[in-house]
């Protein structure tokens, strides 16, 4: 079993910065591919961005693209997005997700394949 608990949600304004971490506990040591997804009222849940173990492959949306950074700390216990730029449109609840092991790279951006998920917290942007 692997927790997930994000954190660093909360209101910002258009064009500002906001970093959201995920913090990874239980069973992590054999290692594992993680994601951010995110839910805006009334929409899918849509992939954000993955990161490998290692850390050294990264994969974003199209819509987040050049705005947002995933990353891992060196104890690869925490990890981050970094939103810049934000949006109104980046309104949702962001949810981290894990996979132990390696998800082949076309699997990353779908929910389906990850089996332990946060409980997700909430971005707004707006004015």
């Known amino acids: 079993q692997v927790q997930l608990e994000e954190s660093g949600g909360g209101w910002a304004q258009p064009g500002s910065s906001l970093r959201l971490s995920c913090v990874a506990s239980?069973?992590?040591?054999?290692?594992?591919?993680l994601g951010w997804f995110r839910q805006a009222p009334g929409k899918e849940r849509e992939f954000v961005a993955a990161?490998?173990?290692?850390?050294?492959?990264?994969l974003y949306a199209d819509s987040v693209k050049g705005r947002f950074t995933v990353s891992r700390d060196s104890a690869k216990t925490t990890v981050y997005l970094q939103m810049n730029s934000l949006k109104p449109e980046d309104t949702a609840v962001y949810y981290c997700?894990?996979?132990?092991?390696?998800?082949?790279?076309?699997?990353?951006?779908?929910?389906?394949?990850?089996?332990?998920w946060g409980q997700g917290t909430q971005v707004t942007v707006s004015s």
């Open positions: 997700a894990a996979r132990p092991g390696r998800l082949v790279q076309s699997q990353l951006p779908y929910s389906r394949w990850y089996d332990y």
């Open positions: 990161i490998r173990w290692s850390g050294s492959n990264t």
């Open positions: 239980g069973r992590t040591s054999n290692g594992y591919d």
